[in-house]
């Protein structure tokens, strides 16, 4: 059974930081493909940003140079690294897997079959 747990989010002033973790059980991240994606409040659930099967990253426009996908392997562990934070990237994250990319990031929310819970951040101006 495959469980992803995220943890990470909370307030922040614009231009901060924040690191989000995926914690996952029932597969191995180092060989998996899966991504993180943002839902804002009356908004449609987007794709932030993706790693493939064999490592290759890709983000979303709106997040590139800012935002930066990585997994650990050691700890089974899938990181989104957030910096120059803006009001805009205010949202709740969702980290998923199950997605068939083997050397191409996966960015559509209708490639994945798992989904962790999700974790909120808010960015204040």
């Known amino acids: 059974q495959v469980r992803l747990v995220e943890s990470g989010g909370g307030s922040v002033q614009a231009g901060g930081s924040v690191r989000l973790s995926c914690a996952a059980s029932?597969?191995?991240?180092?060989?998996?493909?899966m991504g993180w994606f943002r839902q804002a409040p009356g908004k449609e659930r987007d794709g932030v940003a993706g790693?493939?099967?064999?490592?290759?990253?890709k983000c979303a426009d709106s997040v590139k140079g800012r935002f930066t996908i990585s997994r650990d392997n050691a700890k089974n562990t899938l990181y989104l690294q957030m910096n120059s934070l803006k009001p805009e990237d205010t949202a709740m994250y969702y980290c998923?897997?199950?997605?068939?990319?083997?050397?191409?990031?996966?960015?559509?929310?209708?490639?994945?079959?798992?989904w962790g819970q999700g974790t909120q951040v808010t960015v204040s101006s």
């Open positions: 998923a897997a199950g997605c068939a990319g083997y050397t191409t990031p996966r960015l559509a929310e209708s490639e994945y079959n798992y």
């Open positions: 029932g597969i191995t991240v180092s060989s998996a493909c």
């Open positions: 790693v493939s099967i064999v490592g290759f990253t």
